[in-house]
């Protein structure tokens, strides 16, 4: 390289320090300010959640398991105990682990559950110092008698990740009739407390999505 073009790669170089910056601060520390907001739909660390009455919507059934492209989520289902179930089903979720060395935070397990019982968080700032503890069990995945996320020594939440997870999505089945091939339904955020039921099957619910709200009938408002 001669010395005109360094001098043009200079002068490019040192007109760029006067644009306007396009990036924010990311630290810990006294730039905290400066972190931007978190998208509505950001997939973070995930909870199992609990019913109202404080049963575990997990059945076991493993289809997270088996949609996840990490293969990251290990799941044991168990019979319910007759006497003292842990889920409304007949079978609960005995072992669940998430190894976050390799979730890449797709969502899929949240949108293969049937039950609505896994859901991600806003949280994604969770750091480790050996690779066992990358693998949350589901004593910590669980929510909280309150049914919020617990908030783990090593992790570092902000106001407001905990109060969504994810923004639920399932594709329902068209179910033959022709009006509904192609549209997917919607829930807004999931994950505790009481939610909406799920849309009816008639046709003027057909075009629903994160905003618009359900009553016990179905109809929408
Ligand atoms: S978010 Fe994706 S990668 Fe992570 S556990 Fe769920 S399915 Fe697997
Ligand atoms: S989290 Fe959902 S999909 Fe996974 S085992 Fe439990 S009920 Fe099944």
Redesign the pocket.
């Known amino acids: 390289m001669g010395l005109f073009e360094g001098l043009e790669g200079f002068k490019l170089t040192f007109g760029k320090l006067f644009d306007e910056r396009v990036t924010t601060e990311y630290s810990g520390g006294r730039f905290d300010d400066e972190k931007r907001e978190k998208a509505m739909r950001l997939h973070g660390r995930h909870v199992?959640n609990r019913y109202e009455d404080g049963m575990e919507?997990?059945?076991?059934?493993?289809?997270?398991?088996g949609v996840c492209p990490a293969n990251c989520?290990y799941?044991r289902?168990a019979d319910n105990p007759i006497d003292d179930p842990v889920s409304p089903g007949e079978r609960y979720?005995f072992v669940?682990e998430i190894n976050y060395l390799r979730c890449i935070h797709c969502d899929l397990?949240v949108e293969?559950?049937?039950?609505q019982?896994?859901t991600e968080t806003k949280m994604f700032e969770f750091s480790f110092t050996n690779r066992q503890d990358a693998i949350y069990t589901k004593d910590e995945l669980v929510v909280g008698d309150d049914g919020m996320p617990q908030h783990l020594p090593w992790e570092d939440w902000r106001p407001g990740e905990d109060e969504h997870t994810s923004a639920w999505m399932r594709a329902t089945s068209p179910s033959g009739a022709a009006e509904y091939v192609g549209k997917v339904a919607w829930s807004g955020e999931l994950g505790y407390g009481v939610r909406a039921p799920e849309a009816g099957q008639t046709a003027d619910l057909a075009e629903t999505h994160g905003d618009v709200e359900f009553d016990r009938d179905g109809a929408h408002h």
């Open positions: 199992l919507k997990c059945i076991g059934c493993e289809l997270c398991a989520i799941v289902g979720g669940y397990c293969a559950c049937p039950t019982a896994i």
